[in-house]
């Protein structure tokens, strides 16, 4: 699995599916088009200022509501690599490596790490690094059949690969 490295959004606790892609842009599907959309309710700039690899790093309970698959879509295909967070929605949480999307628990790097911040991190090990600060943080690993889904870009892809 390919490593992660890019700049921080950071955003607080119980950002929900509805802020992650507002209801009203869930008549498409095409990832593009949500991507457009992300974040936009929270930061109207998420948009503008995400770039290819970006990371997002959230507190609490990131991706709760409603369990539409549109929300962890909409984060990737807008270029976020991973998202890191003290806590998850558990329908989130599955819904992003159905579709691919790295995300990791770390309580103690979703409190420090700082909007801005240059982060790099090791999925093998689920080693995040602040390059900005230099601090280093220990998330929990993916485990070895959690790689492959994520490596074939989701599940249905793992599936049809296997």
Request: one cysteine or more.
């Amino acid at each position: 699995m390919k490593d992660a490295k890019g700049f921080v959004h950071k955003f607080g606790d119980n950002i929900d599916t509805d802020v992650i892609i507002p209801a009203r842009y869930l008549n498409s599907s095409d990832p593009a088009e949500l991507a457009k959309h992300c974040m936009e309710d929270i930061d109207t700039e998420f948009v503008n200022k995400v770039n290819e690899g970006d990371i997002i790093v959230a507190n609490k309970n990131f991706g709760c509501g409603s369990s539409r698959e549109h929300a962890p879509i909409a984060i990737k295909a807008s270029g976020v690599s991973c998202v890191i967070a003290e806590t998850f929605a558990r329908i989130f949480y599955r819904n992003s490596i159905n579709i691919g999307l790295p995300i990791i628990e770390c309580p103690e790097a979703a409190k420090e790490i700082k909007e801005g911040d240059e982060v790099a991190i090791n999925f093998d090990t689920g080693m995040i690094s602040d390059l900005t600060t230099g601090k280093e943080y220990k998330g929990q690993a993916f485990p070895p059949f959690m790689q492959k889904i994520i490596d074939s870009e989701g599940l249905v892809n793992y599936i049809n690969n296997k």
